[in-house]
């Protein structure tokens, strides 16, 4: 048991805050950092102009995100110079130098964030400068973190870092290291404390969540396995994966669990083989098809979700309509559109063939207008099912919102089910392409 001791200025609590950028590992790591500053006796706040610490944990796979980090350094200290600024995450990770000449008190990278609690420590005796980025992690083991409640309907679980994949247009192996993954008996005692918080969906998530285990032995589906065989566990959600890394035998083993959630987010970037090939992606359309295909047979109700990126280096007009058709051909449930960002320190930063932003910025458009007609298309096939839905919150006494397996929306109208609890739904409607409608179906 930790002893939890107030920490004071003077007579006054400390107080921080947190601003998280990016993935659910940074907002689950983030929790990690907010026990760890529970436990030195901060207090946590959610208000950034009261808040004496804010810690920012960053993301960097756009140049915007970096943009960000770096606007809301300079507010803050133009705004209130004596507030202790923390810059932690992907973008010093990535960018050590750039990072560590910005305004920061405390600049450290992907590792040891469950330390910046103690660097805090020293930092308001002493009042000097830390910059604490180590070399990217290289073959190194799963870093454990502090289990915490991130006070979220549904419980994320990190199973794995690090990602060695390196696709020519992305920074995050830089940022995150090589592949580690977490042992099974760390993850179900994880597991375990989160039911005990009253969560009864787990959502795993990692930087390259397909890579699970390839260091040590294991694949994906034997973590999937043990989260399930967790007593409490009622429902497993998969966060993004790399749909070439997917077996017949993962499949098999994925469907056998009835706990996991036909939901898969099935990294598409190009429905063009050109462009994939100049992204370092390690599949064709074909083949992306087929296992769409083979996860369909699987799981006959499954949701297939994506992320399409558009105006990507030497992007022609043919392999971007391609890419509309293959998006079109999969029939996606929903696709998170974006427009490619150069990043320096990549493959792709290099190339000389850039499409121009009046371009890239039509191409977003028209992709993102299928994706709200596939989007609506999937949710008035929904009509008439019927679902378990976990209530994710009530807005009114009118009705509740929550989501089902596959991951949609609904708002169900004269229930009294509260946030956690798993109803019956029935589906009745579809709200364009925001989300259905539905009824509680209640035993007699």
């Known amino acids: 048991m930790v002893k939890l001791t107030t920490i004071y200025y003077g007579s006054d609590i400390i107080r921080y ?14 929790a990690s950092v907010a026990k760890a500053m529970d436990e030195h006796g901060y207090e946590k706040t959610d208000d950034i102009f ?54 920061a008190d405390i600049v450290t990278g992907t590792e040891h964030k469950d330390s910046i609690a103690d660097m805090i420590d020293v930092f308001t005796g002493n009042k000097v400068k830390q910059v604490a980025i180590p070399p990217r992690p ?4 799963y870093e454990k973190q502090k289990n915490a409640d991130m006070g979220k309907t549904r419980a994320f679980i990190k199973i794995e870092d690090g990602c060695d994949r390196f696709c ?50 294991l694949r994906l589906a034997d973590a999937i396995e043990a989260v399930c065989s967790v007593d409490g ?12 890394l997917l077996t017949d035998e993962d499949i098999a083993r994925m469907a056998a669990q009835k706990k996991l959630c036909p939901h898969f987010h099935l990294s598409l970037q190009s429905g063009s083989s050109a462009t994939l090939k100049r992204m370092n992606r390690h599949y064709t359309p074909d083949e992306y098809y087929d296992i769409v295909l083979r996860l369909r047979k699987a799981f006959p109700d499954c ?38 960002s150069i990043r320096e320190g990549t493959a792709a930063a ?50 509740a919102n929550g989501l089902t397996p596959q ?38």
């Open 17 to 30: 805050t947190i601003q998280t950028f990016g993935c659910k590992v940074n907002q689950y790591e983030s």
């Open 50 to 103: 009261t808040a004496d610490i804010v810690i920012i944990n960053s993301c960097s796979v756009t140049e915007n995100s970096d943009k960000k980090a770096k606007q809301l350094i300079n507010r803050i200290k133009s705004s209130d110079p004596m507030k202790i600024v923390v810059l932690t995450g992907c973008f010093p990770q990535a960018f050590p130098e750039t990072a560590s000449k910005l305004s």
């Open 138 to 141: 290289v073959k190194k083991q």
């Open 168 to 217: 020519s247009y992305c920074i995050i192996p830089t940022a995150r290291g090589s592949v580690r993954s977490r042992s099974l008996q760390d993850i179900t005692e994880e597991v375990r404390f989160q039911v005990s918080c009253g969560h009864k969906e787990m959502v795993l998530v990692g930087i390259n969540l397909s890579c699970y285990g390839q260091e040590i032995g």
């Open 233 to 244: 566990v009622e429902r497993v959600r998969l966060s993004s994966l790399e749909p070439e």
């Open 303 to 340: 949701a297939i979700t994506t992320d399409i990126m558009v105006g990507f280096a030497g992007e022609t007009d043919e392999e971007f309509k391609e890419s509309c058709e293959f998006a079109q051909k999969v029939g996606f449930a929903a696709m998170h559109v974006f427009t490619y």
């Open 350 to 399: 290099r190339r000389t063939d850039h499409v121009a932003h009046d371009i890239a910025v039509k191409r977003y458009h028209t992709m993102s207008s299928l994706a709200k007609k596939l989007k609506e298309e999937y949710f008035r096939s929904c009509v008439g099912k019927t679902e378990k839905v976990l209530i994710q919150r009530r807005e009114s006494e009118e009705y």
């Open 407 to 444: 991951y949609v929306p609904v708002r169900i109208y004269g229930s009294d089910a509260n946030r956690q609890d798993i109803i019956t739904v029935q589906i009745t409607g579809a709200s364009g392409s925001d989300f259905c409608v539905g009824e509680e179906i209640k035993c007699l």
